[in-house]
């Protein structure tokens, strides 16, 4: 699955069902105040809802741009955040620009080249001595398993979105030359209709 089928993938289920993703995220990067972010894969703008009340300087990508539409709406609420539309894979900013690195939901949304591509971006874009905050489901999530397997974790549902499912050891080796410093698992029941899911989220924190 090339790159442009994943952003047009992306920008159709926008386009049919406006904003994806709702609600607050279940927790935010331990970033110090003043720090400048950034968010990659920002979306339509969920977690940035709540880091713009934070005391960061804030600048959210995502290749998508009805999502960054969306976003840019929400990033009036917070002085000094910016919204660009960019690809991950190919981050258009200097090495070293930030000093904390946000990578909430967006790497589990490719195949596992994607996945180096972007980990290598991140950690390029980041200063030595800044923080990068990961977040993605687990292998534990009731998802895992749905729809066509195109690598091995890797899951294609009717959408044609790819979702990978990490696990611990995954995560941990995600960012070669970062600093492990916390990893966690955050478990939770999804309950639809009477009936309860099981969700599965992993977030780690690392050091340049």
């Not at 289920?13 to 003043?34: C, E, I, T, V």
Request: glycine residues 12%; contains cysteine; aromatic residues 10%.
């Amino acid at each position: 699955m090339s790159a442009d089928n994943t952003r047009d993938n992306w920008e159709a289920d926008y386009s049919r069902k406006g904003n994806l993703f709702g609600g607050a995220p279940h927790q935010l990067p331990p970033f110090p105040a003043g720090s400048r972010v950034l968010e990659a894969g920002c979306g339509n703008g969920k977690s940035l809802s709540a880091m713009v009340h934070r005391d960061w300087c804030v600048t959210a990508i995502d290749f998508s741009p009805r999502a960054t539409l969306m976003a840019r709406a929400i990033a009036r609420d917070g002085a000094g955040t910016e919204v660009v539309v960019a690809d991950a894979r190919t981050i258009p900013f200097q090495n070293g620009s930030f000093d904390g690195v946000a990578a909430n939901h967006i790497l589990a949304h490719g195949l596992a080249a994607d996945r180096c591509r972007i980990a290598r971006e991140l950690c390029r874009v980041l200063r030595h001595g800044g923080q990068l905050w990961f977040c993605d489901f687990s292998t534990g999530d009731f998802r895992n398993g749905t729809g066509h397997e195109a690598e091995p974790g890797t899951f294609v549902r009717g959408n044609g979105i790819l979702t990978h499912y990490f696990t611990d050891n995954e995560v941990a080796g995600l960012f070669p030359g970062l600093d492990l410093i916390s990893l966690r698992r955050h478990d939770w029941t999804l309950r639809v209709r009477g009936k309860d899911y099981a969700r599965s989220e992993i977030s780690a924190l690392f050091r340049k």
